[in-house]
């Protein structure tokens, strides 16, 4: 082409986006393969699963937990249902349980004594984490040791011993499972720093440091096992420094981060414990990508920072993660327990985007049946993870299920906590939210912690303790002490929302009506991101123009059923094995690669997600030769066809990263087509000559329309609709810098 192209610079959001909780779709091939569930493999397979939410109330040092028992279900469920784990050979440990000695004794019995060669070992830790100092440290620049808290936490003030249990036990404990197998795997979901509370998030740590030594029945429990291993002091001090025993160790935030008890819609759980239980009933990870992905997760979640260690030169992280193949289909959930027509559903596969849209008129059929009509199950309610259901057929306890359709409400509204910062200000701002629509405030209530549902952001002000909270992970700009703005649940700042020193709550939420707006839109966007559910065959990759790197991608995998070798080879990995990047640089152009696999059009819509500032549709627009000559087809994709956005050969326009930051793409597909949207967006461009960006309430409208488009006119109540043989919403996430 002669003429010069005209550059459409995006922006994207600040590093802060990590506080919106849209989710990353990272797929993985491997949960394509749809063949025979595979019988259990020979190898016994033994956990030990550890929470404790109740610790002792005499104490000040100590904030009781929420989420550490529901992560001891939530992994518990997966090992039994996607793992091929036998009930009896789990053993759970919680609460008034989970003593030092309850812990301890656990671990010797059920996991050392009973494994044998080849045995495939969990142990799964939730709960709260400190430091003690060490009087021998191995690292002598670092005289603390990380320590796990015991339901019967006690502290000696006097000599300042607290009964916690060391890493150093830990490794001493993996290392006598090292003389029977390597297939350890060690999930620690605590930490080691914080501790209290952040916004309406808990924090899995209590007070540690140089007044907490180790107690003498903690140095004499590692005296008896370095006698029973043969080690000498020496030869323990050589083999830590190395690394850990054996196996692999995957911790849920680095040493001085937080690991928090988030809460999910109708209930609390480890934000790392549920990505990952959720990631894995949906894929086959092996160690390496499964962190990998849930790293990119995580960063729309809080601000930790998950980690795995392996022994040098083990190659442990490509190993499959829990060093066994999953051996059913993936899958949404469980059918626990039938009676007649009415069946209870345990939902631990949906995606924590997706929860708000897991409600009643939702349908979930069985995976594979051999013969016969496949039954189908439809919620009638849901409390947390748990749904009660009626099933039309033929049901069976235990058998998984995939989602068929889900539910949107078309009144859903946003929860906005109203923080206690706000003392007398507190009635005012509620009756300001009150009359914005789709608003809903929140007040803290007595007794619960601190909201009494769950909220999707909090009005505060900006105060001295806040900023302080705040000073590890400080913004570019800290927001000024009495500020009012908008917080995460997890206490981290929204970008661009916090005003000038003294603003009034009258005029602070004039300010901010249309970023609320926004914020809603987004939200209901998350609910229909299906990417792992969908039966259409759709591929996504997000590459350089005319480079051939690939940066990122996302697929169907469900929708890959009749030849797998269409299919990309892995959601994390390029075909030649190495981890997708998900990374521009400042100035790259940049292009998507979409492909239909279907036998029948399907219609498009590319859409960048700010959503504090709004949405930025980038497919279709007004550049594209096709949009301005025939838009009624402009988002037409044909069979088997691949379409390039934008197109080096015929567009005349690139899309250039303009500043760094992380970036959010939203892919619509749908059989049905975008006739509401179109024509909202028309609207908008119309007089424009680029990109069209939207914000606020024109942000919500073109959310709604296109649910209504994709739903095209399936209700239940006041709820749309939309199947996954209808459409396919994926997610592809990126960082620029």
Not at 79 to 90: A, S
Not at 122 to 127: C, I, N, Q
Not at 345 to 371: C, D, N
Request: with cysteine.
């Amino acid at each position: 082409m002669t003429s010069m192209k005209r550059r459409q610079f995006i922006q994207f959001a600040t590093s802060a986006l990590a506080t919106i909780g849209l989710n990353q779709l990272d797929l993985q091939r491997q949960s394509l393969r749809y063949g025979k569930v595979l019988a259990q493999s020979t190898p016994r397979k033994l956990a030990l699963l550890v929470g404790i939410n109740q610790y002792p109330t005499n104490s000040d040092r100590f904030t009781s937990l929420s989420g550490c028992v529901n992560d001891v279900r939530l992994q518990e469920q997966l090992l039994i249902n996607r793992f091929g784990f036998q009930p009896e050979d789990i053993k759970t440990v919680t609460d008034t349980e989970a003593t030092r000695d309850g812990i301890l004794t656990a671990f010797e019995t059920h996991l050392i004594q009973q494994a044998k060669p080849g045995d495939v070992v969990v142990f799964h830790l939730s709960g709260h984490g400190s430091q003690v100092i060490d009087p021998n440290p191995i690292d002598p620049t670092y005289p603390l040791n990380s320590s796990f808290v015991p339901a019967n936490e006690h502290w000696q003030a006097e000599e300042g011993f607290v009964n916690e249990i060391t890493g150093h036990t830990l490794f001493l404990l993996m290392f006598a499972l090292k003389q029977k197998t390597d297939n350890v795997t060690v999930v620690l979901d605590s930490c080691h720093s914080g501790g209290g509370t952040r916004g309406n998030v808990k924090i899995r740590a209590i007070p540690g440091g140089v007044d907490f030594r180790i107690s003498p029945e903690e140095v004499e429990y590692q005296q008896q096992w370095l006698k029973r291993l043969n080690l000498s002091r020496e030869d323990f001090i050589k083999l830590y420094q190395q690394g850990v025993a054996t196996g692999a160790v995957i911790a849920s935030a680095q040493r001085e981060q937080f690991a928090a008890d988030y809460p999910f819609p109708g209930f609390y759980a480890g934000a790392f414990t549920y990505l990952l239980t959720q990631t894995l009933w949906q894929n086959n990870h092996d160690v390496e990508s499964a962190i990998a992905g849930i790293e990119r997760d995580m960063r729309f979640l809080s601000t930790q920072i998950p980690l795995v260690e392996v022994p040098p030169n083990s190659r442990h992280q490509r190993e499959p993660i829990y060093f066994t193949e999953p051996k059913t289909f993936p899958a949404e959930g469980v059918v626990t327990t039938v009676e007649n027509n009415r069946v209870q559903v345990w939902l631990g596969g949906i995606s924590q985007e997706s929860l708000e849209a897991i409600s009643e008129g939702s349908i979930f059929t069985p995976p594979f049946r051999s013969r016969g009509e496949t039954p189908k199950v439809e919620l009638i309610s849901r409390n947390g993870l748990i749904a009660e259901a009626k099933a039309e057929g033929n049901i069976q306890p235990g058998e998984l299920l995939q989602e068929f359709a889900r539910t949107i409400p078309r009144d859903w509204k946003l929860h906005i906590g109203l923080d206690p910062s706000l003392t007398k200000e507190t009635e005012t701002a509620k009756t300001e939210l009150e009359s914005l629509k789709r608003i809903q405030p929140i007040l803290p209530q007595p007794g619960e912690f601190p909201y009494p549902v769950d909220v999707h952001y909090i009005l505060s002000r900006m105060t001295d303790e806040y900023q302080r909270q705040l000073s590890l992970e400080t913004p570019d700009k800290m927001p000024p002490v009495d500020s009012l703005g908008l917080f995460s649940p997890a206490l981290e700042v929204i970008p661009d929302s916090f005003g000038i020193p003294g603003e009034t709550v009258t005029k602070g939420i004039e300010r901010l009506q249309g970023k609320l707006k926004s914020l809603l839109a987004a939200r209901i966007m998350r609910m229909t991101l299906n990417a792992e559910s969908s039966r259409l065959n759709l591929e996504v990759t997000m590459g350089l123009e005319n480079r051939p790197e690939i940066v990122a991608q996302a697929f169907t995998p469900r929708g890959c059923r009749q030849d797998d070798s269409k299919c990309p080879p892995l959601g994390s990995r390029s075909e030649s094995g190495q981890l997708l990047s998900h990374q521009l640089s400042v100035g790259d152009a940049f292009q998507f690669r979409v492909t239909n696999r279907e036998e029948k059009d399907l219609h498009l819509g590319i859409m960048l997600v700010d959503p504090t500032a709004g949405i930025t549709v980038l497919f279709p627009n007004e550049l594209q030769e096709t949009s301005r000559q025939d838009p009624d087809n402009a988002t037409r994709l044909q069979p088997n066809q691949t379409l390039l956005i934008p197109n080096p050969n015929k567009d005349e326009f690139v899309f250039i990263a303009e500043e760094a930051g992380l970036g959010e793409v939203l892919i619509v597909a749908s059989d049905q087509p975008l006739t509401k949207a179109l024509l909202k967006m028309r609207t908008l461009a119309r007089g424009k000559k680029g990109i069209v960006s939207t914000r606020g309430e024109d942000s919500l409208e073109i959310i709604n329309d296109l649910v209504d488009d994709v739903s095209r006119g399936a209700q239940v109540g006041v709820r749309r609709r939309i199947r996954t043989s209808q459409m396919a919403a994926l997610s592809i996430t990126f960082n620029v810098v």
